[in-house]
């Protein structure tokens, strides 16, 4: 039913599962791929000029988050991106594209300025996931990402949002609340990583291949869901083999959507967004009477159970109650 | 298992785990009725067990004060979601062993008094983890909240979204934080009660984002699981780390409050924490009930003038698959497509 309202065969569907799973995986390694294009890389391709600017005046420089200005064919925007590095000197020195707090609350500086200057904001998506360390922790990483969202979701200027990599959970939603969200082909998108996924899910993380299909993380996926609203196809092997096309053909549907969203008025904009996010999720009301848990055992039904005859006959294997092991709503972990 | 004779020694390794639980602080057996009654905190030792959605509505509240609303919402399997068992079989395991539809009740109460809105989550219900209908019903609240102007209070109980959700789950922060800046605009209070686990995107979103957070003591708050952040950066993690009193001492979390001070602590927020009047009303006269809200999000996209109004009236078609019971096979094929 979503391939028919979208317009789309199902026989783009992969048919097989094992295929299915070694060609998700094979996407996912793409989108980690070393030499893909970062977000200063597709803009040094794209943008006529940029100017980057620093620090979130609290704390210090985040160089795992690009903030500043840049000209797109002729049109001005603020630009917010993670920045992965291309060698492990630069991937050292900007943590892997892992932003800290510092990093989100400088991309809010930078929108906020958006907002305040009437220019558009264009953000380019691409982490792993929000730095998990007791120094990000302590200087609130959660509650960074919560006001990032926050903050683009009252913004009052047009949003572009890309995810061009790896749209890691938390560190990604954080900038990745936009009028339109646009994926390049091979780009992942999910609410953790594939072997964080498996670890908790099926214990191991070898299984996370199965994982990342289970979670439907590739751009078509997301496209179906509606998650996503316009894919962007790489060129050749995919986008690490030629930035200059990848950008070129990135720079198309942005300025495409620019001019689109950019006569819209700012309370439309605003409602639209608000809609799109508030649509988000599948559920239904029931109207059946709510289930009922087993009533606890209690100390009478235990003396029975000493009482009754068939727990002497049946042996041990059937003997007592499964409550023993595993008393779900009183376990403490 | 081997065959446990009638004894009648009191021997601390055999107390049967539904009659008693042992404190994992002070390692005293405590009787679950006492503990129960004590409002599930370790009398020794003031150990604070977790605590279910039921309990916590009645120890905050006044009697019989609470009404429910949205009781019937159900998660629907929108992806397939199948890791070792299909997801509406944990859904429907979870629905057993906690006479809960998911992880949060949402209503309205009165607190000392005053009317508020609430949301309180059950760490019971797979982790308390955040889906479609945690989320929809913290916004619900919220919403609710904005037109009413009341306070809303959320007490969070959860390991973070729900991956069987997918991104879907990963929506719900910005779905819920959109509704809770909304109510910062219009100067409608919000109170974040954080209980233990308070982790991941529920903490990354609304829990930390209170205009007063309360924390209660020793509960794991923190972003990342603690395992996560171990394995990623491959240094020793401090003591006390990811709980209330170091988030209090970091500056995240207004207040640390025993569960037996929680109902008097909010009572008196609420009486500072008052809807301010000269905010302007509402500006969208949005419906709070938009029953499929997930197939909505799709027919935007089909029908891109869809107004206001006909936004509650089913399409043709899609009534369909959000209106039967997602439990069976035929219908989660629907869902997907």
């Given at each position: 039913?979503?391939?028919?309202?979208?317009?789309?065969?199902?026989?783009?569907?992969?048919?097989?599962?094992?295929?299915?799973?070694?060609?998700?995986?094979?996407?996912?390694?793409?989108?980690?791929?070393?030499?893909?294009?970062?977000?200063?890389?597709?803009?040094?391709?794209?943008?006529?000029?940029?100017?980057?600017?620093?620090?979130?005046?609290?704390?210090?420089?985040?160089?795992?988050?690009?903030?500043?200005?840049?000209?797109?064919?002729?049109?001005?925007?603020?630009?917010?991106?993670?920045?992965?590095?291309?060698?492990?000197?630069?991937?050292?020195?900007?943590?892997?594209?892992?932003?800290?707090?510092?990093?989100?609350?400088?991309?809010?500086?930078?929108?906020?300025?958006?907002?305040?200057?009437?220019?558009?904001?264009?953000?380019?998506?691409?982490?792993?996931?929000?730095?998990?360390?007791?120094?990000?922790?302590?200087?609130?990483?959660?509650?960074?990402?919560?006001?990032?969202?926050?903050?683009?979701?009252?913004?009052?200027?047009?949003?572009?949002?890309?995810?061009?990599?790896?749209?890691?959970?938390?560190?990604?939603?954080?900038?990745?609340?936009?009028?339109?969200?646009?994926?390049?082909?091979?780009?992942?998108?999910?609410?953790?990583?594939?072997?964080?996924?498996?670890?908790?899910?099926?214990?191991?993380?070898?299984?996370?291949?199965?994982?990342?299909?289970?979670?439907?993380?590739?751009?078509?996926?997301?496209?179906?869901?509606?998650?996503?609203?316009?894919?962007?196809?790489?060129?050749?092997?995919?986008?690490?083999?030629?930035?200059?096309?990848?950008?070129?053909?990135?720079?198309?549907?942005?300025?495409?959507?620019?001019?689109?969203?950019?006569?819209?008025?700012?309370?439309e904009?605003?409602a639209a967004?608000y809609r799109?996010?508030?649509?988000?999720?599948?559920?239904?009301?029931?109207?059946?009477?709510?289930?009922?848990?087993?009533?606890?055992?209690?100390?009478?039904?235990?003396?029975?159970?000493?009482?009754?005859?068939?727990?002497?006959?049946?042996?041990?294997?059937?003997?007592?109650?499964?409550?023993?092991?595993?008393?779900?709503?009183?376990?403490?972990? | 298992?081997?065959?446990?004779?009638?004894?009648?020694?009191?021997?601390?390794?055999?107390?049967?785990?539904?009659?008693?639980?042992?404190?994992?602080?002070?390692?005293?057996?405590?009787?679950?009725?006492?503990?129960?009654?004590?409002?599930?905190?370790?009398?020794?030792?003031?150990?604070?067990?977790?605590?279910?959605?039921?309990?916590?509505?009645?120890?905050?509240?006044?009697?019989?004060?609470?009404?429910?609303?949205?009781?019937?919402?159900?998660?629907?399997?929108?992806?397939?979601?199948?890791?070792?068992?299909?997801?509406?079989?944990?859904?429907?395991?979870?629905?057993?062993?906690?006479?809960?539809?998911?992880?949060?009740?949402?209503?309205?109460?009165?607190?000392?008094?005053?009317?508020?809105?609430?949301?309180?989550?059950?760490?019971?219900?797979?982790?308390?983890?955040?889906?479609?209908?945690?989320?929809?019903?913290?916004?619900?609240?919220?919403?609710?909240?904005?037109?009413?102007?009341?306070?809303?209070?959320?007490?969070?109980?959860?390991?973070?979204?729900?991956?069987?959700?997918?991104?879907?789950?990963?929506?719900?922060?910005?779905?819920?934080?959109?509704?809770?800046?909304?109510?910062?605009?219009?100067?409608?209070?919000?109170?974040?009660?954080?209980?233990?686990?308070?982790?991941?995107?529920?903490?990354?979103?609304?829990?930390?984002?209170?205009?007063?957070?309360?924390?209660?003591?020793?509960?794991?708050?923190?972003?990342?699981?603690?395992?996560?952040?171990?394995?990623?950066?491959?240094?020793?993690?401090?003591?006390?780390?990811?709980?209330?009193?170091?988030?209090?001492?970091?500056?995240?979390?207004?207040?640390?409050?025993?569960?037996?001070?929680?109902?008097?602590?909010?009572?008196?927020?609420?009486?500072?924490?008052?809807?301010?009047?000269?905010?302007?009303?509402?500006?969208e006269g949005r419906s709070?009930?938009d029953?499929?809200?997930?197939?909505?999000?799709?027919?935007?996209?089909?029908?891109?003038d869809m107004g206001l109004s006909d936004e509650t009236a089913?399409?043709?078609?899609?009534?369909?698959?959000?209106?039967?019971?997602?439990?069976?096979?035929?219908?989660?094929?629907?869902?997907?497509?």
């Amino acid at each position: 039913m979503v391939d028919r309202l979208l317009g789309r065969h199902p026989a783009e569907e992969p048919a097989v599962p094992e295929d299915a799973k070694a060609q998700m995986w094979n996407r996912v390694q793409l989108a980690r791929n070393v030499r893909r294009p970062r977000t200063l890389d597709l803009l040094a391709e794209m943008a006529d000029e940029i100017v980057e600017i620093h620090g979130d005046r609290a704390f210090g420089d985040d160089a795992a988050m690009a903030c500043g200005f840049a000209r797109i064919d002729g049109r001005r925007v603020v630009f917010v991106g993670q920045q992965k590095g291309a060698d492990t000197d630069e991937n050292v020195r900007r943590n892997f594209g892992m932003p800290h707090p510092e990093g989100y609350r400088k991309a809010i500086r930078a929108m906020e300025l958006a907002e305040r200057f009437g220019l558009p904001v264009v953000t380019f998506v691409d982490v792993p996931g929000a730095h998990p360390g007791p120094e990000s922790e302590e200087r609130g990483i959660a509650e960074a990402i919560a006001r990032s969202i926050g903050t683009m979701t009252r913004l009052r200027t047009p949003i572009i949002s890309i995810i061009t990599g790896e749209g890691g959970s938390g560190g990604a939603i954080a900038i990745a609340v936009g009028d339109v969200v646009i994926a390049l082909e091979n780009a992942v998108y999910a609410v953790i990583s594939p072997e964080g996924c498996a670890a908790i899910l099926w214990r191991t993380s070898d299984e996370a291949a199965t994982a990342a299909l289970a979670m439907r993380m590739s751009a078509h996926d997301q496209l179906e869901l509606g998650v996503v609203d316009r894919v962007v196809a790489e060129p050749g092997e995919g986008a690490h083999a030629d930035h200059a096309e990848t950008a070129r053909r990135l720079r198309a549907v942005i300025v495409a959507e620019l001019d689109r969203l950019a006569p819209i008025p700012s309370d439309e904009l605003l409602a639209a967004r608000y809609r799109r996010y508030r649509a988000f999720g599948a559920y239904t009301e029931v109207t059946t009477p709510p289930v009922t848990p087993p009533p606890p055992r209690g100390l009478v039904d235990r003396v029975r159970d000493l009482l009754d005859p068939t727990r002497w006959l049946t042996g041990p294997s059937t003997s007592g109650s499964s409550s023993h092991d595993d008393p779900p709503a009183r376990e403490e972990a | 298992m081997p065959i446990k004779l009638p004894s009648f020694r009191p021997r601390k390794d055999a107390y049967p785990a539904d009659l008693w639980t042992k404190c994992p602080s002070c390692s005293e057996m405590l009787f679950n009725k006492q503990l129960d009654k004590a409002d599930r905190v370790c009398p020794t030792c003031g150990h604070h067990f977790r605590l279910s959605a039921e309990a916590r509505i009645a120890l905050l509240v006044d009697e019989r004060s609470f009404i429910e609303a949205d009781a019937g919402l159900q998660s629907v399997d929108a992806l397939g979601f199948v890791d070792q068992k299909p997801y509406p079989d944990r859904i429907a395991a979870a629905q057993l062993a906690t006479g809960m539809r998911d992880a949060a009740i949402r209503g309205t109460a009165s607190i000392d008094g005053h009317r508020v809105s609430m949301c309180v989550m059950d760490f019971a219900f797979m982790g308390g983890s955040m889906g479609a209908v945690v989320g929809e019903k913290v916004t619900r609240a919220a919403e609710q909240a904005l037109l009413e102007r009341i306070p809303l209070i959320i007490v969070s109980a959860s390991g973070g979204a729900r991956m069987q959700e997918g991104t879907f789950a990963l929506m719900q922060l910005a779905k819920t934080v959109g509704a809770l800046e909304r109510l910062r605009v219009a100067g409608v209070p919000f109170i974040s009660v954080m209980s233990d686990p308070t982790t991941g995107g529920v903490f990354a979103s609304y829990a930390v984002l209170g205009d007063v957070n309360i924390a209660e003591p020793n509960a794991l708050i923190g972003f990342a699981g603690a395992r996560v952040s171990a394995g990623t950066i491959a240094q020793e993690l401090p003591p006390g780390f990811q709980r209330s009193e170091f988030l209090f001492e970091h500056g995240f979390v207004d207040r640390v409050v025993t569960r037996r001070a929680l109902r008097g602590e909010i009572a008196q927020l609420l009486r500072y924490l008052v809807p301010s009047p000269n905010h302007p009303a509402p500006i969208e006269g949005r419906s709070l009930f938009d029953p499929i809200g997930f197939l909505t999000s799709l027919a935007d996209k089909v029908v891109p003038d869809m107004g206001l109004s006909d936004e509650t009236a089913p399409r043709p078609g899609e009534g369909l698959s959000a209106a039967v019971p997602p439990a069976r096979a035929a219908d989660r094929e629907a869902t997907r497509g």
